[in-house]
């Protein structure tokens, strides 16, 4: 790496470690100011709120991150033109891409290292914030528990209820099974069925089977299309049993839509929501890609707030087409690939194009 190469990455992590620094700061002590009343009336201990905050830490960096590499190209790039040392350089035959070089590179390497961050900590530590607020502080117990790739939950004290795949928007879960517990934790009836829906106030299992064990081992088995199931939870009780994406790591997710493809359920949506998970974390890159040309626009003050607004403008668009392309995808007008890579490929064009008619 040159002399000069050097000297622009030093600056721009300088200007990045602060800039990041100061936005984690400011969205902790937001958060704090909304959470600290609710966490005062549950009584919740001082380092317990310590523990939620830190364990929060790597989501609110993942988040806030391409806004910091944004300003941080900003300032990086706008000193340089305000001491006149882009046109010393360009004077010296360094040429516009050697130059900005170094940025791109950080720009690419730090949406790698947030790509497996969001695979591996940043769900982990998320989860672990969520259940401190829910059941340590809000003392709430959990609703329910994913094993193997299946959702449990304890309905009562004698009845286990598995789910392999819940939709309580639409008010319908699949790949039930009931399992009805004795005094003695033995187990003398069990209900497995393809759905349950609830309809008319009331939750209906269809097409099911219902074994009831007797005492001289033989099994009573009962067929049947449908029945109505005492079931004192309504549909958005069941929310909770809903795989959150956000809260698994990449190898957790992939084996879920496998298992969920594997027993014959619609697992486009998880796929959509795992394939933009891990396209997300490069609009860093892009970010630094469409920072650049914007942040050269024009040395004046005016120039560059314009330039700035411009390039912000930008970013908040990404959001948007990452946000439609992917609700799209959970919809299938388009492919999972498709929804989830489409902003970035969008994006790479734009930023392309700007960058190559820079005139500075």
Do not use: C
Not at 37 to 53: G, P
């Amino acid at each position: 790496m040159s002399i000069i190469s050097r000297y622009l990455l030093k600056e721009y992590l300088k200007f990045f470690s602060v800039t990041l620094a100061v936005l984690s700061l400011v969205y902790l002590t937001i958060e704090f100011l909304e959470k600290i009343r609710k966490f005062s009336q549950r009584d919740a201990d001082f380092l317990l709120v310590v523990q939620y905050f830190l364990y929060k830490l790597p989501r609110i960096i993942f988040d806030i991150s391409p806004l910091a590499v944004l300003i941080a190209t900003f300032l990086t790039l706008g000193m340089l033109s305000r001491n006149n040392e882009i046109i010393a350089f360009k004077s010296s035959g360094v040429s516009l891409l050697k130059l900005t070089a170094p940025l791109l590179l950080f720009g690419a390497l730090f949406s790698g290292v947030l790509f497996f961050l969001n695979g591996t900590v940043v769900p982990t530590t998320f989860k672990k914030a969520k259940t401190i607020q829910e059941v340590r502080i809000d003392k709430r117990n959990a609703e329910g528990k994913l094993v193997q790739n299946k959702f449990w939950l304890r309905l009562d004290s004698r009845t286990l209820f598995n789910i392999e795949l819940a939709e309580p928007n639409r008010r319908k879960m699949h790949g039930i099974k009931i399992y009805s517990l004795g005094s003695d934790f033995s187990l003398p009836e069990t209900i497995e069925a393809e759905a349950l829906t609830y309809r008319d106030g009331s939750w209906v299992l269809s097409e099911g089977i219902r074994r009831r064990f007797q005492r001289d081992g033989t099994v009573q088995i009962k067929r049947f299309d449908e029945e109505i199931i005492p079931i004192n939870k309504a549909p958005e009780d069941f929310k909770k049993v809903v795989a959150q994406p956000e809260e698994m790591t990449y190898e957790q997710l992939e084996a879920y839509i496998d298992q969920l493809s594997r027993d014959g359920f619609d697992a486009t949506r998880y796929r959509v929501d795992l394939l933009g998970r891990q396209a997300f974390p490069f609009i860093n890159f892009m970010m630094v890609l469409v920072g650049i040309p914007f942040a050269l626009h024009d040395r004046r003050s005016a120039g560059a707030a314009r330039g700035g607004a411009i390039s912000l403008s930008l970013g908040l668009f990404y959001y948007l087409v990452f946000s439609v392309t992917i609700s799209l995808g959970h919809v299938n007008a388009l492919s999972p690939w498709l929804s989830a890579w489409g902003a970035n490929l969008l994006f790479i064009g734009i930023g392309t194009y700007l960058f190559l008619n820079i005139r500075h």
